[in-house]
């Protein structure tokens, strides 16, 4: 059967003037549904690349992206932003909360433009935060936070839309060892009880060994698979 995230033949490339540089060479893997996959490779070997190109927020310059069936590589910007909204998650490693809005407000921000009313928004936000165990932080900003609660808040805005797949850029990149379990915990949660695709990029061989796949990088070149 093949995966919910097809990577066919996939190149990038980047173009400053005339200059070719390529990030990514023929690339293509398959992940299937309700996998935990760990990305890892050096600096500068294409992890936040190839984890934008899964995800919709940039295009190959070569082969295909199939997602869930549909080639997302073919989608205009608009429909692709569109379909990104409803099917991927995201988490950052410096968490990207809006610092001017609190905890709730965060979490609400991926519904606030669809079509259920307030009510049913305000359950779908407090469902999302109580997931992540933060309901009693609801109306705090980000700075009276710590790092892992933020970051907690990143995750809740993350599902709050029930997207089937998650991609997390270093997500314990920036947390101490206590608070990055505590990540590392809920991710294997949102994978096991909530059956979420997970792609997640780390340095950290303890975060990946959570994951069922290990997939490295190595210059653009995807060069092994740990199972
Ligand atoms: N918009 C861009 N324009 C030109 N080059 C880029 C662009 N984005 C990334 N690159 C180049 O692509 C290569 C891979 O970058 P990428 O960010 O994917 O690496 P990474 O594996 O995520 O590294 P890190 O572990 O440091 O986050 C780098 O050499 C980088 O300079
Ligand atoms: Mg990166």
């Given at each position: 059967m093949s995966g919910i995230i097809q990577v066919k033949n996939v190149s990038k490339s980047y173009w400053r003037d005339s200059i070719e540089t390529s990030v990514l060479h023929d690339i293509s893997l398959d992940i299937k549904e309700g996998e935990f996959t760990a990305l890892m490779g050096p600096s500068g070997s294409g992890k936040t690349t190839l984890l934008n190109l899964i995800s919709g927020i940039d295009k190959p310059s070569k082969g295909e992206i199939i997602i869930n069936g549909a080639?997302?590589?073919?989608?205009s910007e608009s429909a692709l932003a569109k379909w990104r909204s409803t099917n991927i998650g995201f988490v950052f490693q410096f968490y990207n909360l809006i610092p001017v809005l609190t905890a709730f407000e965060n979490v609400e921000l991926p519904i606030?433009?669809?079509?259920?009313?307030k009510a049913e928004r305000k359950q779908h936000v407090e469902t999302a935060l109580n997931i992540v165990g933060l309901n009693d932080r609801m109306d705090h900003y980000p700075k009276q936070l710590s790092g892992g609660q933020e970051q907690r808040v990143a995750i809740a805005r993350a599902i709050v839309t029930d997207p089937v797949i998650l991609v997390a850029d270093e997500p314990t990149g920036d947390l101490d060892k206590h608070s990055a379990d505590e990540i590392l915990l809920l991710m294997e949660r949102l994978n096991k009880e909530f059956n979420k695709t997970i792609v997640m990029v780390t340095h950290d061989p303890h975060a990946a060994s959570k994951a069922h796949v290990i997939r490295h990088l190595e210059k653009g070149d995807l060069i092994q698979e740990t199972v």
């Open positions: 080639d997302i590589s073919k989608l606030l433009l669809t079509k259920l009313s």
